[in-house]
Structures are given as structure tokens and as C-alpha cells.
């Protein structure tokens, strides 16, 4: 059997389901004999390249989020939404409650640790942000969810594992489901 | 008052009658006054004045005439003729033409502008022809603000023999046998029901009228309300002394401020005469109404939520059973019936039931009042016995589509209900056929629709509807209503896919199948019939869309 | 009231019981789960979160168990395929509609919501999440009331007006506007009618209504505490 590819990504999250994903400590050995870790925010490489799974951290928050998720979809046979910020929104999505002005001017201006010239950033490289946080679901067909706040390193790993092996994970019958 | 006294007052009334030779009934229902048939009124009884006509000639407001986009509608009686849109400027001509010349003014009679010859009789005219009006009988006729005027048409009669003649059993078996159906949109059989009620024993009964009439486009409700409010007042009573109530409720929204003034002038009329209230006629039975208005919200003209409403708390529904026949207002039994079902009553009391369940069809008995609107060229209220086509409903009545526009669908029970295509233009308007259909009979609105009509826009917009009517008691209607709305947007918009029609489907069924009351389980049916007949509409807006994708 | 003994059968057990319960109480008896929300124990019960339907053999529609009397010789059904998709569909309703954000939710760990989500296997979303810009009031000494938690279960409605009898709770609006509030819709702070029982903190099922002294990971509910308090007090000691 040939050595899958995997990728993980992080859009618009806090990096903390990657925390859990090294939290499966040496159990990463199990997965590098069946997968070889072609893209990730620590492997260097400018293109998404085709891979069997992609584990997708984060929600969309920018025109640059939505470029990338089209684009890793396209390139992914199996695509895993990682957490609860790809799957709800989560902390990220806290902002959809709101005008986008509103909360760049409460950040950027009107912030108590600003001093009197807060100043909202406008530069021609940064990202646009979106009107509305969206979870990976409702821009591009998801196959499987890890949800959590971060998803615990048991329930990564079991996600992995049976995928690698060919199997259909299923998180609630393995009692590894968790919300928050 | 006892009987004998009743008898004293109906020739007391048709004497007054009789010395008139003309009667003229201006239109006072709420679609005409709005063209200001009020002023009419009162310049023609001015003109009547003027001329020292008024011991010979009697004006008076009348209830809803049927073609409401015609008005206002001045009808002389006994001649029979209608003019239609009639001006305050040419009162004196018509009266002159009408009254004095005897030569009608054919370019001013109902329908002469789309008539080739208009008729002198109205009657004769299809528009009228082709009807049957009982719950609607006298509404045209009669003023709604005199019960001289009832009484004179032998108002309160049948009230008179079942106090005298009937059995409370009797009654309701009279009732079984006309095989009605209630008015209010589910088709329930009335005399059951009454059974029901009946069955349940109790010191405390109530009745309640439902007129919380709430389904956009439709005013049969209304117009039975303003035009002949004695009528349900005595269905009401004659209901109350079957089932043993003496107290009822007349449930009036708040938006028909000219029913709610017309219900309570016709109950205090009603009580001075001793034909509401403590021993009428002189009898053991006593029976009071109240009015109660709605504050309005579409769900309470669901029972449980008219109930809650009543009893002074927020108006939703709750789970039945317990039915209201068994637990209602305050906990007793209750039976409630719509407007029409109780203006049906007394005809059958006084023509039999028998005469009753012989017009409209084997399972449905009797006539319905329709409440045309839309694309057709003559809309306004009709009533017409059950199992009349949609076809000669729109075409024969109607007068067909405006400016000969193409027939498209027409919807049938409102928000509830659901379209008829073209195809179907023969099916017979009764409770099974339209349901076979996928719609509902409903109270009676319906509306046409011609080829400009979009119909994925017509159920997103019924979608609206329930969305914003939706109580917000339980989760399937509340939210489901709402998801289904923001997908119908979608197709609307060409930004759907595949996917979100499967997901429209699926909430669909849900919502029909899990919401706690009628509003909920009805709501998806607009959605669900314009599926059925016209899903090319949706996958056409979907393939659309899905072409643009890279 | 007499109570006659019946016989009926549930997911095809053949179950003794006596008449005058509804399908709920006999299916609890019996260790057969029927998932609820707006359900509590002692409460009246109003079948507004629709997750206890249930099949009958004979009624062309679902029933809410915990509204619907038993009867004999009849035949319920609790878990078939049907019911459990319309089960996971409400789940997913409930969480798309507010602002559920578990990660940072008082209730996080302690929710039934959260737990219900578990229950129906309820992975993902598959709907559009409304994100409703909710209030929340902090104007009471002891307790604040969170709109982005609400699913508008009454539970704490019902429990103000029947046990405490305070009537401090009703509800407002429509459809997806409804709110709960306080008196006539003050600041729960300003309530003349409320007790500062804490009975409804206790029967919210979500983190909803919770107490200012605790912090994430130490609240935990206690909604069977006001059904032993509605028994207590019918014993009248």
C-alpha cells in the first residue's frame, strides 16, 4: 500500500487544534508509516498540492480563506473539518453578530489600550475581511467533522487512524464526540 | 318576549316594510366605504328627501354585494338593479333615470363597462347566476344595523323552533344530517363536533365564534359580519342551546373595526329584544354574547390559541388532545366554530337538513363563499355550492383573467393551502379534491394567477408569511419557517443549489410532520404544491446558477 | 380520578401500566429514552421542543410523548429512522438559531443542549446559522440572563409562575424574535415580581440563565432539584 498524503491547514482559528494534533504525541509516528505530512503551517511550500486528506482548521474570515478552501477542495479527496471554528464559527464567528465597521472601529479606534490616534489598517497586501465569518460547510462540501474547542488529540488520532486504515471514522460511536 | 310576540314583531316589521315601494341598498361593506360609499349613502338620501320621495322610497347601508373591485354598488330593490362605481356627482341622474323615468342607465349597471349588454336584473348576470348564496343570502339586502330589517326576512325564526319545537339531540341531529363541514379551513363535521360538545357533561359550556379571519386576500368572514351579523349571532345561539353553552364569545380581529361595531350593535339590538340574554323568548335557555378582539396575530385564528387569547393570555397554541370539545375556554368544554359555519345554521334549522346535504357534493355538502382576488378580471365574494369547477369558478363567474392574461395557478386556503395549475383548471372545489391536490379548500381565499407570476416569488412569499406569523412556541415552526424562507430567498436569488433544494425538502417534511399546531403543519404547503406542479421553475433558477460555477 | 390498568406496547415491549400518564412518564418508568427539552418534571408540560414525538399505530400524526395520554392496546414507536433524522434536524435548529459557543459558554461541560447534540450524533450544522445580535442582561444582583443561550424552552416561564409563583418570566414577540423577559420587559435587575429564587437558573437547561458567583467549568444545574421540591411540597409535611 502507498503512503497516503495529508495536509493540514489553518484558516481562521487560533492554532489550537494543531496544539492538539501534536498532543498525540508519539502516536504521530503511527501516523508518518501510513501518511507522509505533505503540507502544513510548519511544512514550507507555496502550493496546496492534490492530497488524500486535508485537515482544515479555522473558519473563513477573508477573501484570501475563500480562495484557499475553493482551491483545497479541488486538491483534496477527503476534506476534514478540524474543530469547532471550521464547523460553527466558534470564537471567530462571535463578530457575525455585528456590523464588520463596528467591530474594526471597536478593535482599531475605540479600543481602551489605544492611544487617542487609533487608526483602522489599510494596506493594499493585507486581507479583506468578509461581512460574515462562514464555517467550511456552507462554502464547500465537507466529508468529515472533528468538532471541539480544540477537538482532543484521542479523537484527531482516531480520525486519522481509521481513515489511513481505509475506514469510516465514526466519532460518536467512539464516544470521542465533543462540542466546546 | 315570548313566541307569540316574535310573530307580532315580524309583522310589525314587514308592515314597515311594505310601505315602501323601492328600497335602495347602498354597500356599506368595508371594500366599498373605502371608495366612499358612506357619502353615496347619504347623497342619496338627501336626493330622496329633496325630491319628498322618503315614505315611498327607503335607503338604506347593506353588506357586501359580492363585486368588490366594482364599487361602490347601489342596488334597487325590488327591480334588482346594480350600479356599479357610482359617483356622488350623478346621484341625482341615477335616481331621476332609475325612480322617476324608469329608464335604467345602462352605461352605469353592474359590469357595462365589460358586458356587451349589462343586465337590468342582476341576477341574470353570470356573475350572479352561477351562484348560490345561503350563508351570504341577504347580505346585499338587508341593513346590517337594523334587526327590523332581519326580522323582516324571518330573522331569528329558527332560533324560535328549536327553542319550541326541537330537542337540544334534535338539533344536532338536523345538523348531522346536512353533512356541513366546517367553514374554517380543516372541513371537520359540524354536527360531530356538536355531538362532541354536547356529550361532555359540564355546568359550564361556552361557544366561540371564530372570526379571526387572517389569511391574506380573504374577507368572507368579514363580509358575513358586516352584512348580516344577526345570522351568526342566531347560529351561535342555536348552537348554544344544542350543546348546552350559555355563554359565547364572538372572536373578532382587530383589524375589521366595521365587523366589531356591527357584531355589538346587532348583540345589544338583539338583547333589548329579548333574542339574547337571560330566558329567550321567554324560555329556560339563556344565551349571552361577548366580543372579543384579536390583537393580531395570524395564530390565534387557530383554536387552542383563540382559546388562550380569550382567556387573556399570550396566544399560542398547545397540543391537542385534549380537544376543545373535551377541555376548552377556562377548561370546559368548548365548541368553536367559524363565522360562515355558524351563518349556515339557520337555513338548515329552518330548510332541513335534508334540503341542505342535498347541494354541493356527496362528501361535502352545501356552498362555500370564495373570496376572489389576483389576476381576475371581476374579484370580490362569491359563493357557489361545493364541487363547482375552478374553471367556472374563474371563467363563468369571474369574468376569466384580467386584460386576457394567460391562466397560470390559483391558490387556494391562503398561507395554509396551496396552487392549482393549469391543468387541473377542472377539479372540482371540494375538501377531497383539493387536498388530492395538495392543496386545501382553507377558508375560502383565492387567488389567480396569470404567466407573469413567478412561483417560486408566490411560495417564498406565503414562506414569509408563516415566518413572521409563526407563535415561536415550537422549534420546527419557529426556526424551520425561517431556514425554509432564507433557502426560498435563495432560488429566488439564483444563488441555490441542488443541495439546498434536498435541504428545502427535508425541512418540509419536518415542519409538516413536527410543528405543534396547524399554522406550523400547514405552512410548507405553498412550497410543497408549487414544487409538485411547477418544479421546473426551481431546478431551471438552480441549473442556472450551477452553470456559472467554475 | 380511577386509574384502570392498561396494557400497550412501546418499540415492541409488551408494557403493564395504569391510565392517566402520559407516554412520557410510562417510557421513563420503563428506562426507555425519550429525548426532551421543554420538559421537566413537575411542570406542566407544553410539547413545544417537538423532540419527544412519537409514533402510534393508528394516528396519522407524531405525538408529543410528554402531552399525550396512554391507552390501551397502543402501539408507540420511539426510535425509528424517521424520528431520529426529525430529532437531529430540531437539534440542529436549536444551535443554529441563537449564539450557541460552547467554547466559551458558562454552561460548557453542564448543558443539555450539549448533551442532546451527543444524544442525536449531531456532528455539523447543515444549515445557515442566523447569528441574531442577542442581548444580555446583567442587571441582577445574582444572576444573568444570556439571549444567546435561549432556546426558548419556558422551563424557567414555568417554573417562576408554578412553583415560585412569582410570574416574574413571560415571552415576547415572534418567530425568531421571541424573547424571554422579565416583568414587562425591564431589566431583570429592576423586576418587582421577582424573588431572587434562583429556580429558574436551576430548571435552564442551557447556559441560558446562570449565577454571576460561579465561572466556566463550575457551574452545575440542578433542574431535578425543583421536581423533589414539587413533590415535597405535595407531601405537605
Known amino acids: 500500500m502507498s503512503k497516503k498524503k495529508l495536509a493540514t491547514v489553518w484558516l481562521g482559528g487560533c ?103 487609533g487608526e483602522v489598517p489599510n494596506h493594499w497586501a493585507l486581507l479583506k475581511l468578509n461581512d460574515k465569518v462562514y464555517p467550511l460547510q456552507e462554502i464547500v462540501e465537507v466529508d468529515y467533522f472533528i468538532p471541539g474547542c480544540p477537538p482532543s488529540a484521542d479523537a484527531i488520532f482516531y480520525v486519522l487512524s481509521e481513515l489511513l486504515n481505509d475506514r469510516i471514522p465514526d466519532l460518536s460511536e467512539a464516544k470521542k464526540m465533543k462540542h466546546g | ?76 330593490l325590488p327591480d334588482n338593479t346594480i350600479y356599479q362605481k357610482v359617483d356622488c356627482k350623478n346621484i341625482q341622474y341615477v335616481v331621476q333615470r332609475q325612480l322617476i323615468d324608469k329608464k335604467p342607465i345602462e352605461d352605469l349597471l353592474i359590469f357595462s363597462d365589460s358586458r356587451e349588454k349589462p343586465f337590468l336584473n342582476a341576477d341574470e348576470d353570470p356573475f350572479f347566476k352561477k351562484q348560490l348564496k345561503i350563508a351570504l343570502k341577504d347580505c346585499g339586502d338587508i341593513n346590517p344595523e337594523e334587526i327590523d330589517d332581519y326580522l323582516n326576512i324571518g330573522g331569528y325564526s329558527a332560533l324560535d323552533k328549536v327553542l319550541f319545537k326541537m330537542l337540544p339531540e334534535e338539533v344536532i341531529a338536523e345538523v348531522k344530517h346536512s353533512r356541513m363541514r366546517g367553514r374554517g379551513g380543516a372541513g371537520y363535521p359540524t354536527g360531530f363536533k356538536w355531538e362532541t360538545v354536547y356529550k361532555y357533561v359540564s355546568a359550564e359550556k361556552y361557544v366561540i365564534c371564530n372570526g379571526d379571519e387572517g389569511d391574506p386576500g380573504a374577507f368572507m368572514d368579514r363580509s358575513v359580519l358586516e352584512g348580516n351579523p344577526h345570522r351568526v349571532l342566531e347560529g351561535m345561539a342555536i348552537a348554544g342551546y344544542a350543546v348546552g353553552a350559555s355563554q359565547g364569545y364572538a372572536y373578532i380581529r382587530g383589524e375589521y373595526p366595521l365587523a366589531i361595531k356591527r357584531i355589538e350593535n346587532a348583540i345589544k339590538q338583539a338583547k333589548k329584544l329579548r333574542l339574547l340574554g337571560n330566558n329567550i323568548l321567554g324560555t329556560n335557555f339563556s344565551f349571552d354574547v361577548q366580543v372579543r378582539i384579536g390583537a393580531g396575530a395570524f395564530v390565534c385564528g387557530e383554536e387552542t390559541a383563540l382559546i388562550a387569547s380569550i382567556e387573556g393570555k399570550r396566544g399560542t397554541p398547545s397540543p391537542r388532545p385534549p380537544y376543545p370539545a373535551e377541555s376548552g375556554l377556562w377548561g370546559k368544554p368548548t365548541l368553536i366554530n367559524n363565522v360562515e359555519t355558524f351563518a349556515g345554521i339557520a337555513p338548515i334549522i329552518n330548510q332541513g337538513g335534508e334540503w341542505y346535504s342535498e347541494i354541493g357534493t356527496p362528501k361535502s355538502a352545501g356552498t362555500k363563499v370564495f373570496a376572489l382576488a389576483g389576476k381576475i378580471k371581476y374579484s370580490g365574494l362569491i359563493e357557489v355550492p361545493m364541487g363547482t369547477t375552478l374553471r367556472q369558478i374563474i371563467f363563468d363567474i369571474g369574468g376569466g383573467m384580467q386584460d386576457d392574461g394567460e391562466f397560470k395557478a390559483a391558490q387556494t386556503g391562503g398561507p395554509s393551502g396551496g396552487c392549482i395549475p393549469a391543468e387541473h383548471l377542472d377539479v372540482k372545489m371540494d375538501y377531497e379534491s383539493l387536498l388530492s391536490l395538495g392543496s386545501i379548500m382553507g377558508s375560502g381565499g383565492l387567488i389567480v394567477m396569470d404567466k407573469s407570476s413567478d412561483m417560486v416569488d408566490v411560495a417564498r412569499f406565503f414562506m414569509e408569511f408563516c415566518m413572521d406569523e409563526s407563535c415561536g412556541k415550537c422549534v420546527p415552526c419557529r426556526v424551520g419557517t425561517k431556514m425554509m424562507h432564507d433557502l426560498l430567498q435563495k432560488i429566488c436569488t439564483n444563488h441555490a443549489t441542488k443541495i439546498d433544494l434536498d435541504r428545502l425538502e427535508e425541512l418540509a417534511d419536518y415542519v409538516k410532520e413536527c410543528s405543534l399546531c396547524g399554522l406550523g403543519t400547514s405552512a410548507p404547503n405553498p412550497l410543497l404544491s408549487t414544487l409538485r406542479h411547477f418544479r421546473e421553475e426551481y431546478e431551471n433558477r438552480i441549473r442556472q446558477f450551477e452553470e456559472l460555477q467554475p | 380520578m380511577s386509574m384502570t390498568k392498561l396494557t400497550l406496547q412501546i418499540d415492541g415491549r409488551s408494557i403493564e401500566t395504569e391510565s392517566g400518564r402520559t407516554i412520557l412518564e410510562v417510557c421513563k ?195 431535578e432539584f425543583i421536581s423533589d421540591l414539587i413533590e415535597k411540597r405535595k407531601m405537605k409535611l
Open chain 2, 1 to 76: 318576549m315570548n313566541s307569540q310576540e316574535l310573530t307580532t314583531l315580524y309583522d310589525k316589521a314587514k308592515q314597515k316594510n311594505a310601505q315602501y315601494k323601492h328600497k335602495i341598498c347602498v354597500c356599506c361593506g368595508a371594500g366599498c366605504i373605502s371608495s366612499g360609499s358612506e357619502e353615496v349613502l347619504k347623497k342619496i338620501q338627501e336626493e330622496i328627501t329633496a325630491r319628498g320621495l322618503e315614505n315611498e322610497v327607503s335607503a338604506v347601508p347593506s353588506g357586501c354585494m359580492g363585486p368588490c373591485n366594482q364599487g361602490p354598488l347601489v342596488k334597487f
Open chain 3, 29 to 223: 418508568e420503563n428506562d426507555i429514552t425519550i429525548l426532551t427539552m421543554c420538559h421537566l418534571k413537575g411542570i406542566t408540560d407544553v410539547g413545544a421542543c417537538r423532540l419527544c414525538l412519537v409514533e402510534i399505530e393508528g394516528v396519522s400524526k407524531l405525538m408529543s410523548a410528554c402531552t399525550t395520554k396512554v391507552a390501551d392496546k397502543m402501539i408507540i414507536r420511539t426510535s425509528t429512522e424517521k424520528i431520529k433524522r426529525y430529532q437531529r434536524i430540531t437539534t440542529e435548529l436549536f444551535a443554529a438559531e441563537r449564539n450557541h459557543v460552547c467554547s466559551v459558554c458558562i454552561a460548557n461541560g453542564h448543558c443539555e443542549l450539549q448533551k442532546l447534540a451527543y444524544d442525536v450524533k449531531m456532528d455539523h450544522i447543515r444549515y445557515p446559522y442566523l447569528f441574531p445580535q442577542c442581548e444580555v442582561d446583567t442587571s441582577h444582583p445574582l444572576y444573568v440572563l444570556d439571549h444567546n443561550r435561549c432556546i426558548v424552552c419556558t422551563r424557567c416561564v414555568r417554573v417562576c409562575a408554578e412553583v415560585e409563583g412569582a410570574y416574574n418570566w413571560d415571552v415576547m414577540n415572534r418567530g425568531t424574535n421571541v424573547r424571554i423577559i422579565s416583568d414587562f420587559n425591564t431589566p431583570w435587575g429592576e423586576s418587582i415580581t421577582c424573588s431572587d429564587c434562583g429556580k429558574c437558573v436551576e430548571a435552564c437547561p442551557t447556559g441560558a440563565l446562570w449565577p454571576k458567583a460561579v465561572v466556566q467549568g463550575q457551574l452545575n444545574k440542578a433542574p
Open chain 1, 15 to 117: 492554532s489550537g487544534c494543531h496544539m492538539s494534533l501534536l498532543d498525540i504525541d508519539e502516536r504521530i509516528l503511527e501516523v508518518a508509516q501510513l501518511a507522509d505530512i505533505v503540507k502544513c503551517p510548519i511544512v514550507d511550500g507555496k502550493e496546496f498540492p492534490e492530497v488524500d486528506i486535508a485537515l482544515v482548521e479555522g473558519a473563513i474570515t477573508s477573501d484570501e480563506h475563500l480562495k484557499e478552501i475553493l482551491h483545497i477542495r479541488k486538491q483534496s479527496k477527503i476534506l476534514i473539518s478540524l474543530g469547532d471554528c471550521a464547523i460553527m464559527t466558534n470564537v471567530t464567528g462571535m463578530r457575525n453578530y455585528f456590523n464588520l465597521k463596528d467591530v474594526i472601529e471597536t478593535s482599531y479606534v475605540g479600543s481602551v489600550s489605544n492611544d487617542d490616534a
